[in-house]
């Protein structure tokens, strides 16, 4: 029952950096697992960074080193920072929380928000 909002996408060039937030409206707060998700034009949806309990992180390969996920439940907020951006990352990008101790793949979840695009030119 919580709408997950997206925002901060834009164009960048490759190196540059970009911060997205997901924030939570709902009566409780944010759900113990949120997860950051992305799509590209004809490819799959993929799991990119997740946070569960507000301290442990979970990265894909290609972007460890590179994204950071954090917290701020005050706020109701999860946000991804994006660095060292690289054309491969261009895609509309997703939040989603659930609760469970393990990250979903993508089948696994039902509904998804609007997403944010994020562009990066070569």
């Known amino acids: 029952q919580v709408e997950m909002v997206e925002s901060g996408g834009g164009s960048v060039q490759t190196g540059g950096s970009l911060t997205l937030s997901c924030k939570a409206y709902?009566?409780?707060?944010?759900?113990?697992?949120v997860g950051w998700f992305r799509q590209a034009p004809g490819k799959e949806r993929e799991r990119v960074a997740g946070?569960?309990?507000?301290?442990?992180?979970y990265y894909a390969d290609s972007v460890k080193g590179r994204f950071t996920i954090s917290q701020d439940n005050e706020k109701s907020t999860v946000y991804l920072k994006m660095n060292s951006l690289k054309p491969e990352d261009t895609a509309m990008y997703y939040c989603a929380a659930w609760y469970t101790t393990r990250w979903l793949t993508p089948s696994e979840i039902g509904s998804w928000g609007q997403g944010t695009q994020v562009t990066v030119s070569s």
């Open positions: 946070i569960y309990s507000s301290r442990d992180q």
């Open positions: 709902a009566r409780t707060s944010l759900r113990d697992f």
